[in-house]
């Protein structure tokens, strides 16, 4: 942003100017949009609790509409009558542009088959590749070495700041949940990056190269569960030993969150580690069944919780006190709340099972292949 033309001289030393309007790119930027919508959305749509840029109206019919709201974009969805009369109501409250079926949504792009609908970010990739010097670089497999771990070393050559904190490869993990580990941890060195985390990035960037259409498949299925992979890589932070949590929620089959982050505290144990990372994959389930009911998919079924590790589920399923567990008795009674009230079923999966292990640590390339198959990754730009 720059000062408006002829006020320059009036300008004071170290005055600035108040912007009186919402900008992409602005972390406040959604708000005045969303209150807005709120003021001028008066045909009985009601304001999610768990989202609030979701809208929804029901009719006693059992027709549904329901409308998803960022700044000034929105997608519609729903009983096609409906649709037509709230995009009636916008034209007449607002300027507005009827783009058709969905195609193109904040970097985001969508196809549909018949099988199911495909989001990638393939066009954003490229651009990110050509805007780094990057478009012709070699592609490898994965996109983190597993035999090497990122730390700070004080004969490392510092980098610009500004060119590694583009935040770029963060926004793109919103829709690549196999590289979600890698920018996490490139990402912790924001503040001081040097020469071997930009090659860490590079790298990241070779991999994009390799698979640039690579997305999120959402296929039609039969299957009605919530289910939660959680995982923990215990002390794997070389520089302070936190350990790293990492969970990957599936709605009816199909992946639609996930997360990788590092702890807040040091664990003790494993068992520690992995519990403090099943706590944030019950909270994620929890989020994701509200959002369920406020789209009228209320269901009895319990959220399905998978964790590798037997003595996490153990003491999440023993009520008894135990001293060495003192240190999370808020996550130990708030896991055991939620098992006690079927709320949450707690079931173990084998390591080699345990999709969430890709969040957590870089792996070896047959294991990563693995995972990032299990994550319902598809490429649909990829031979046949």
């Not at 507005?96 to 018949?114: C, H, I, P, T, W």
């Not at 890698?182 to 985390?197: K, R």
Request: net charge positive; glycine share 6%.
């Amino acid at each position: 942003m720059e000062i408006p033309p002829g006020f320059e001289e009036s300008m004071a030393k170290n005055q600035v100017c108040k912007l009186q309007k919402s900008l992409y790119g602005l972390k406040q930027s959604p708000e005045p949009g969303l209150i807005d919508s709120q003021k001028q959305l008066k045909l009985g749509y009601k304001q999610g609790q768990a989202d609030h840029t979701l809208f929804v109206k029901k009719s006693h019919a059992g027709k549904m509409a329901i409308l998803i709201v960022y700044v000034d974009d929105i997608i519609l969805s729903g009983n096609d009558m409906e649709l037509q009369n709230l995009k009636k109501y916008l034209s007449e409250e607002f300027e507005v542009k009827d783009l058709g079926n969905l195609k193109y949504f904040l970097g985001m792009e969508v196809a549909r088959s018949r099988k199911g609908i495909v989001v990638s970010q393939r066009k954003y990739i490229l651009d990110l590749l050509k805007e780094t010097g990057m478009l012709g670089c070699k592609p490898i497999d994965t996109p983190m070495d597993s035999q090497k771990k990122l730390g700070i070393e004080k004969e490392s050559t510092p980098v610009d700041r500004g060119r590694y904190q583009r935040g770029r490869l963060i926004y793109l993990s919103h829709t690549r949940p196999d590289i979600g580990f890698a920018v996490s941890a490139v990402s912790q060195f924001m503040h001081s990056p040097t020469e071997e985390h930009m090659e860490a990035v590079y790298r990241i960037l070779r991999y994009l190269k390799m698979t640039p259409g690579k997305g999120l498949f959402f296929r039609k299925t039969e299957n009605r569960d919530t289910e939660v992979y959680s995982d923990a890589d215990w002390a794997g932070n070389i520089i302070d030993r936190r350990s790293t949590s990492g969970y990957c929620s599936f709605v009816w089959g199909n992946l639609v969150t996930w997360r990788s982050k590092k702890q807040s505290v040091v664990a003790r144990s494993s068992a520690e580690a992995e519990y403090r990372a099943l706590a944030q994959g019950i909270c994620e389930g929890i989020w994701i069944k509200r959002v369920l009911s406020e789209l009228g998919q209320t269901s009895s079924s319990p959220i399905l919780m998978m964790c590798d590790n037997q003595a996490a589920i153990s003491i999440a399923k023993n009520p008894v006190h135990h001293d060495r567990t003192k240190h999370v008795e808020i996550d130990r009674h708030f896991i055991t709340e939620k098992v006690t009230s079927e709320t949450v079923k707690l079931n173990y999966v084998p390591t080699k099972h345990q999709t969430a292990d890709i969040l957590t640590k870089a792996l070896p390339r047959p294991n990563f292949e693995d995972l990032t198959c299990k994550l319902g990754l598809y490429d649909i730009y990829s031979p046949a």
